[in-house]
Nanobody, 126 residues
Framework: QVQLVESGGGLVQAGGSLRLSCAASGGTFSNYAMGWFRQAPGKEREFIAS????????IYADSVKGRFTISRDKAKNTVWLQMNSLKSEDTAVYYC???????????????????WGQGTQVTVSS
């Protein structure tokens, strides 16, 4: 069974940086896409970024493009989300997710991702 464990959340001032980690286990990820989503109180879960495990292709939400970077280390089965120039509106619970059957294009929809981590809180103070 695939398990995803996030870490690295916390409290940071606006303009600061954080790096989230997602440790993946229990699967062979060559055909996977790994994504990051976030959910703020009272809002729907929002796509942030995704990376194709095998080739490293990435996609981003417009709201984070140029500020956030997704990457992965195949040897460590880990996905990272480097977040720079953080804003108060980035405050949310951040989730790592896995799509086990990524096709020609990666999905931005949370319904395509079968496996989820428990989430890690990111709070940006203004």
């Amino acid at each position: 069974q695939v398990q995803l464990v996030e870490s690295g959340g916390g409290l940071v001032q606006a303009g600061g940086s954080l790096r989230l980690s997602c440790a993946a286990s229990g699967g062979t990820f060559s055909n996977y896409a790994m994504g990051w989503f976030r959910q703020a109180p009272g809002k729907e879960r929002e796509f942030i970024a995704s990376i194709r495990w095998s080739g490293g292709t990435t996609i981003y939400a417009d709201s984070v493009k140029g500020r956030f970077t997704i990457s992965r280390d195949k040897a460590k089965n880990t996905v990272w989300l480097q977040m720079n120039s953080l804003k108060s509106e980035d405050t949310a619970v951040y989730y790592c997710a896995a799509d086990p059957m990524v096709g020609f294009s990666m999905s931005r929809s949370p319904t395509r991702y079968d496996y989820w981590g428990q989430g890690t809180q990111v709070t940006v103070s203004s």
